[in-house]
T-cell receptor, first 114, second 110 residues
Framework: NAGVTQTPKFRVLKTGQSMTLLCAQDMNHEYMYWYRQDPGMGLRLIHYSVGEGTTAKGEVPDGYNVSRLKKQNFLLGLESAAPSQTSVYFC?????????????FGPGTRLLVL | QQQVKQSPQSLIVQKGGIPIINCAYENTAFDYFPWYQQFPGKGPALLIAIRPDVSEKKEGRFTISFNKSAKQFSLHIMDSQPGDSATYFCGGGSNYKLTFGKGTLLTVNP
């Protein structure tokens, strides 16, 4: 089992460019999450999904869109990148609806917006 | 509104010392309090977690102490080792979501 994988590992964008970050999990988890991690800010939830075809906003959703067309994949899109979106992005997944379920994190995508 | 406040931001101890990281929460709907450990360049991984009906949980060298009335909980690392050097995040969970503290960078010197 690969667990949670993220593509790409690192990306540099110019302001205004768009890109999609891909998260894939092979654990048959129902729930998936996108977080951003910034120095001194901890992990902040961007969007999450409670199942295939569903998405919901988290704490910091502005400037991002997501899609969950397949259960194993969760995509995070930046339509028009801004320098404020420079961050490390982590995807996570968990088995079920219980908040006490362990969230399994991917290795992260480091994004630099110039 | 910061729902989970974590302190200190950074902590340096000598090998064998007992670092303590503290968290305070505001949301009384939280029903799960995990600690995640993150090594440089890696994603966070669950270290230990506690439910609010328990006052203490121990797993190996790691112990969570929980004070429901004070809405505070803490992580103690016994006999700390250089390999414990990492960033630690506390969290509060409700409605299948986690809210994390800002993290504590722990350095254990040999």
């Amino acid at each position: 089992n690969a667990g949670v994988t993220q593509t790409p590992k690192f990306r540099v964008l110019k302001t205004g460019q768009s890109m999609t970050l891909l998260c894939a999990q092979d654990m048959n988890h129902e729930y998936m999450y996108w977080y951003r991690q910034d120095p001194g800010m901890g992990l902040r939830l961007i969007h999450y999904s409670v199942g295939e075809g569903t998405t919901a906003k988290g704490e910091v959703p502005d400037g991002y869109n997501v899609s969950r067309l397949k259960k194993q994949n969760f995509l995070l899109g930046l339509e028009s990148a801004a320098p404020s979106q420079t961050s490390v992005y982590f995807c996570a997944s968990s088995y079920g609806p219980d908040s006490q379920e362990t969230q399994y994190f991917g290795p992260g995508t480091r994004l630099l917006v110039l | 509104q910061q729902q989970v406040k974590q302190s200190p931001q950074s902590l340096i101890v000598q090998k064998g010392g007992i670092p303590i990281i503290n968290c305070a929460y505001e949301n009384t709907a939280f029903d799960y309090f995990p600690w995640y450990q993150q090594f440089p360049g890696k994603g966070p991984a669950l270290l230990i977690a506690i439910r609010p009906d328990v006052s203490e949980k121990k797993e190996g060298r790691f112990t969570i102490s929980f004070n429901k009335s004070a809405k505070q909980f803490s992580l103690h690392i016994m006999d700390s080792q250089p390999g414990d050097s990492a960033t630690y995040f506390c969290g509060g969970g409700s409605n299948y979501k986690l809210t994390f503290g800002k993290g504590t960078l722990l350095t254990v010197n040999p």
